[in-house]
């Protein structure tokens, strides 16, 4: 199946003209592992996304595939071992996007953990997620954390422990799993909506859909029809008259970023914020990011807004733990704000609320799955294909493949050889020597190459013949990486580019500016588009930058 927006008519009208054996609605990474499994094992998938992949809570989270040390203190450990065990599967499968990352848990005074609990937390960790022996837990003293860490010098630090999680980037990955499923047969649409559902005989059989850019209404039918909408699921839900029982209880968490010549955090940290929660900051490159906020959520899904009480928080638990850096409001240079679409428990409050995702079944036939980690995604999708596929084999005599997605790897991890660290690090420079010659430097070049993994040659290529005509450095990369983006991972607009494709919003969001008319005009050649279509592009993602950067 072609992933390019410039086939976008084309990929509507099939979408229209067939009847699939599963559509999923919503393009998270929830709804992208359901595509990818069903398409696997031999099933006729379609999957509809009325925004951007990944632009919900997918690209806004913690951007770790973590094995949720902390969900042991409510003994969840059911869901400790089944996400910790994916967590090497994952980063196997996208060693690029998904990269081994230490992490110092530090032992303060009238903490949450002591060093007993401590010790004991992660040899349990250790064992339910069935972590290997050279990441595996290591207790510190306090004299060996504040080697690690200087800036961690505080008179209430006793000791520490040192373990591992896994770095990634959430819309990365999810559209590296989408692109996969599209490469084995999907067709995955973004910006089309599912308006209302259809039925037959009380079961439904499609949807009416909107396409959000041409302003076209059709019709899309399906065998099963999957609602993987995250914080919509319940939106969905009521349209369909399910909404009974169990509901979905959104909470917000919100990140902020600063540079790391202001915060020099050597390490990741997972921390006490002192009301009994836990943060983490994470060194990125040329940032460090501190997050999350965890509270209530009762107003605009699409655009969860971040607050000065939201910043003020995390600014204070961070300079409780980290005395030497002073950080101050100003010293923010961005942040995001992500919804978690949790079950709802009576009398919880949103941090005591489980992260375990659960499946609801309408009487019409709508499959709706909601809460769950970014780490579980596979198992949640392996799941839920199996339903999918049992009433297939009930209903039509057919029968499927057990799932393939354990051993698969996604679009750009597909290495010839073992990822692990030193052996990409090896691969990275092999790969930085053949193309030095434009001008690109080295950590430009492995920020690409970490971004697309193996597909970095299709980008490559196009910036070595670019660069031979015009000897422009940064225009030549930059064009070659949207037209990538353009043909290989269905972006439409600026806002997809910046945000979902590059994280350049969160991580480099000092760099936009100086890119962004050439970025513009070259993306509007590509899209064949007007000036005023080109305008509009701008100044919504100049909106998006100021939601990144300006608090209410």
Known sequence: MVFSNLKRKDRVEELVSTEYDLLVIGGGITGAGIALDAVTRGMKVALIEMQDFAAGTSSRSTKLVHGGLRYLEHLELGLVREVGREREIVHTNAAHIVIPEKMILPIIEDGNLGEFTTSLALYVYDFLAGVKKTEQKKMLSKEEVVSLIPLIDSPILKSGAL????????????????????????????????????????????????????????????????????????????????????????????????????????????????????????????????????????????????????????????????????????????????????????????????RKDEIFHSKTGLISIAGGKLTGYRIMAKNVVKIVSKRLAEKEGREFIKCQTKNLRLSGGEFPFYPDVSNLIEYADKKYDEVKQTGISVSEFKRLFYRYGMNIDKISGKAFDYYAETRNTKLSWLKAELEYSVNYESTVTLSDFFIRRTGMIFFYIDEINDILTDAANILSELLNRSNAEKQKDIDFLREELKTATVFD
């Open 163 to 354: 373990y591992y999680e896994y770095k990634t980037d959430d819309s990365r990955l999810t559209i590296e799993v989408i692109k996969k499923a599209a490469e084995y047969g999907a067709n995955c649409i973004n910006y089309v909506k599912a308006d209302s559902f259809i039925y037959e005989n009380n079961k439904v059989k499609g949807v009416n859909a909107l396409d959000v850019l041409s302003g076209d209404s059709f019709s899309v039918y399906a065998k099963n029809i999957v609602n993987a909408t995250g914080p919509w699921v319940d939106k969905l839900r009521e349209k369909d008259n399910s909404l009974i029982g169990k509901r979905i209880h959104h909470t917000k968490g919100i990140h902020i970023v600063f540079d790391k010549n202001r915060f020099p955090l050597k390490h990741s940290v997972y921390f006490d914020t002192g009301d009994k929660r836990m943060v983490f900051a994470i060194p990125r490159q040329d940032i460090v990011y501190v997050g999350t906020t965890d509270t209530d959520y009762f107003d605009d899904l699409k655009n969860p807004k971040i607050t000065k009480q939201d910043v003020n928080y995390l600014l204070s638990a961070v300079n409780r733990i980290f005395p030497a850096v002073k950080l101050k409001f100003e010293d923010v240079k961005s942040a995001w704000a992500g919804l978690r679409p949790l079950i709802h428990e009576e009398g919880k409050d949103p941090s005591e609320l489980s």
